[in-house]
């Protein structure tokens, strides 16, 4: 499968536990993005990571999230002491190059319970 | 600030005929717009672009009108199939906005025989 993955699919926390998401970008790729859904919404853009650099970090609260691309290996998004309302989908995409006028690819998507 | 709107959030059509999706954004600087189709539990599927310096774009059975002036884009699909039941998002991107993609709320099509 040459597809953007995603693991694990379904994810439940207790509050206060951390949640770690996983994305593995299209062969080829080594731009990756996350969103998050919330229940009846769109996606929200999250952060725009390249191998190693974090290039925009505009979405991410503040506190509690973090992501990394490191340079083996996949993507994580971490959200630390998750709360009920971190409950959502989240989505994971990736692009070749990074370039504007470029087609994000999506995963599956984690779902995100927190009991 | 809701930047890329849906404002239908469900569409009914009859297998075979047209049907057509709107979307409108407020942002002047979106230059890139994309439509995304969505099954339940699954991510979204990229379905067509079009940047601005196009007013149409065409793959198929899907089309894709956009309006600068009236900052307001379209999707059409003809002709419609059951297969096509899913939800429909609009999203946008602006040059220099970091490749970040604005999505709308989208619409849920329902294709019925």
């Known amino acids: 499968n040459a597809g953007v993955m995603q693991n694990p699919r379904h994810l439940v926390r207790r509050r206060g536990q951390e949640a770690r998401l996983r994305c593995s970008p299209m062969?080829?790729?080594?731009?990756v993005y996350w969103y998050r859904q919330l229940p009846e919404e769109g996606l929200k853009f999250m952060v725009y990571l390249q191998k190693e650099n974090i290039i925009d970090e505009s979405g991410m609260p503040k506190e509690r999230f973090s992501a990394e691309f490191p340079k083996e290996g996949p993507s994580i998004l971490r959200i630390q002491q998750v709360v009920r309302g971190d409950s959502a989908a989240y989505f994971c995409?990736?692009?070749?190059?990074?370039?504007?006028?470029?087609?994000?690819?999506f995963g599956p998507g984690t779902r995100l319970t927190v009991t | 600030d809701q930047q890329v709107k849906q404002n239908s959030p469900s569409l009914s059509v009859q297998e075979g005929r047209i049907s057509i999706l709107n979307c409108d954004y407020t942002n002047s600087m979106f230059d890139y717009f994309l439509w995304y189709k969505k099954y339940p539990a699954e991510g979204p599927t990229f379905l067509i672009s079009i940047s601005s310096i196009k007013d149409k774009n065409e793959d198929g059975r899907f089309t894709v009108f956009l309006n600068k002036s009236a900052k307001h884009l379209s999707l059409h699909i003809v002709p419609s199939q059951p297969g096509d039941s899913a939800v429909y998002f609009c999203a946008a991107a602006a040059k220099g906005g970091g490749n970040k993609l604005t999505f709308g709320t989208g619409t849920q099509l329902k294709v019925e025989l």
């Open positions: 995409a990736s692009s070749p190059n990074g370039a504007v006028f470029e087609v994000q690819y």
């Open positions: 062969k080829g790729h080594s731009h």
